[in-house]
């Protein structure tokens, strides 16, 4: 029941982060066209993060795409047990909204925090950081962003073994 309230919660921030446009078509770019869109439930598909910007596995799952009316898009990101970015920024910043299980994030040559259901998580454009699941539990966030021309994240190198159970 607190799960579904979260995911509750987290979509209606999600609706609010994108309220500026039309909802998005799940397998074209919006239209804007002056009726709502509905992209319905299972009808954009995961598709498992690239091995060059991810340890372990994560499955990425598009939710909306910048447009000529608005600059943001997001996604939702699931990572299964001990999976991780690698080492990134975002020109725009970035904002993570933590609907299930348990994580990690951490920045460059801070302390690794833990990140739980209905933690949000802003972090600075430029700042080099990663996040993920911890090494016994999967998490899934939603992940909002800005582009800046065309650009949303500068991937860097992968996290260490070491440097992710530290």
């Not at 921030?13 to 066209?33: E, H, Q």
């Not at 869109?37 to 598909?45: D, F, K, V």
């Not at 299930?100 to 600075?124: H, M």
């Amino acid at each position: 029941m607190q799960s579904t309230r979260l995911v509750l919660i987290a979509g209606a921030l999600l609706l609010a982060a994108c309220a500026s446009g039309p909802s998005p078509r799940p397998s074209a770019p919006w239209t804007g066209a002056e009726r709502i869109e509905i992209a319905r439930a299972g009808s954009r598909l995961p598709a498992e993060g690239a091995a060059a910007n991810f340890t372990g596995r994560a499955l990425i799952t598009p939710l909306f795409q910048a447009t000529e009316y608005t600059r943001a898009g997001g996604a939702s990101v699931s990572f299964e047990p001990s999976a991780r970015t690698a080492w990134h920024s975002h020109p725009a910043g970035r904002t993570l909204i933590v609907v299930a299980g348990t994580g990690w994030v951490k920045e460059w040559g801070g302390v690794k925090q833990e990140i739980r259901p209905g933690d949000v998580i802003w972090t600075p454009p430029g700042v080099k950081h990663w996040h993920g699941a911890t090494v016994t539990e999967g998490m899934t966030h939603f992940a909002l962003q800005e582009h800046v021309d065309g650009k949303v994240v500068e991937w860097l190198e992968h996290v260490s073994e070491e440097e992710y159970r530290r």
